[in-house]
């Protein structure tokens, strides 16, 4: 998904770390030992370069079908070089999962080609001009989102498309702004996908309460991660919002990093009474963190495996609350 495809420019390197360029323009440290990097800086860190960035074609057949380094892929949880073919990918996957296409959308692009503070300025400074830029960067990701679809027909059981737009409390733009230049992509976006007949997921990180509404207006099918931190709560939005929307986590990690047994059974037991009725997927609110011991991860998927069969066992879910 990096605007530009090219290899990882390696700026430094030691035995614990790595400093890197990436297709994004982006300079990121990532320390081996810490589950995410630290951005640096970016190449495009001006206004005027990003208006004027012209971008590699988004339906170059190296996307999909060649290896190569890439940023989400390479820089993230590990460090990975010369990623394997997309497409090779997804054939070894399936059928034996279900499986997934996924593309960003803009507010995930910003965050990786020009920082979120300086995206977040921008918006405020030139609020015309970004909604122009956020336009066009939205069409390019269509772009690549349908040619994504096209290079994996047949083997796609779905398709994710994430953009995170919130923290803790609330957007990180105005409800309006992001209704005026965001929401009509991840419209278009969502309509492809459904027009070759798969489910959408909706990734997005913080405290979205405010659009959720529009999240179900334009057809999303589900949405994750539901952090628990930044107050969102699976059985208050299914009671709010019956079964129009999909629920996949909310399982607050804060729980699970303590390793209080009789506190992680409630939560999960509670959390799993968003699943009455089907709709949900039982997740972390976020990632697994290095603080949650495998003793205690390997309790939650067994908690999980006796309470969530179908039929569940309401009488202990209830117990729970």
């Known amino acids: 998904m990096d605007p530009w ?39 495009t860190d ?23 380094d890439n940023q989400i892929a390479g820089v993230g949880d590990g460090f990975q070089r010369n990623s394997p073919p997309w497409l090779d990918t997804v054939k070894a996957l399936w059928p034996d999962f279900p499986v997934y296409g996924s593309m960003i959308e803009v507010s995930e692009c910003l965050t990786r080609l020009v ?17 122009a830029v956020v336009h066009r960067i939205g ?49 278009r976006m969502v309509a492809c996908v459904h027009a070759r007949g798969l489910p959408v997921i909706y990734h997005g990180c913080g405290n979205v309460a405010a659009i959720l509404p529009d999240y179900l207006e334009i057809g999303i099918d589900a949405y ?39 506190a992680i059974r409630r939560e999960v037991l509670r959390k799993l009474q968003a699943a009455k009725g089907g709709g949900y997927i039982f997740q972390s609110d976020h990632s697994v963190t290095s603080a949650v011991a495998g003793s205690t991860y390997d309790y939650i998927v067994g908690l999980v495996r006796e309470y969530g069969q179908y039929p569940l066992r309401l009488e202990a879910v209830e117990e729970a609350r």
Request: proline share 5%; net charge negative; with cysteine.
């Open 5 to 43: 495809i090219r290899p990882f420019e390696t700026l430094r390197q030691t035995e614990t770390e790595v400093v890197v360029r990436t297709g994004f323009g982006a300079v990121l440290h990532k320390h081996f030992a810490f589950p995410m990097p630290e951005m640096r800086s970016w190449d």
């Open 46 to 68: 001006t206004l005027v370069k990003l208006e004027q960035a012209a971008f590699d074609d988004p339906r170059d057949p190296r996307r999909f079908l060649a290896a190569g």
């Open 115 to 131: 920082g979120q503070a300086n995206a977040l300025l921008w918006m405020g400074e030139e609020p015309e001009r970004m909604g």
């Open 139 to 187: 069409e390019y990701y269509l772009e690549m989102a349908k040619a994504e679809l096209e290079a994996g027909a047949g083997w796609l059981d779905g398709f994710v498309i994430w953009g995170d737009v919130a923290y803790k409390r609330a957007t990180f733009m105005s409800p309006g702004y992001w209704r005026e230049h965001f929401k009509p992509w991840v419209a």
């Open 224 to 262: 994750n991660p539901l952090e628990a931190k930044a107050g969102l709560d699976v059985i208050d939005l299914r009671q709010r919002y019956g079964h129009r929307l999909g629920f996949c986590g909310n399982s607050d990690i804060t729980v699970w990093e303590q390793g209080d047994r009789a």
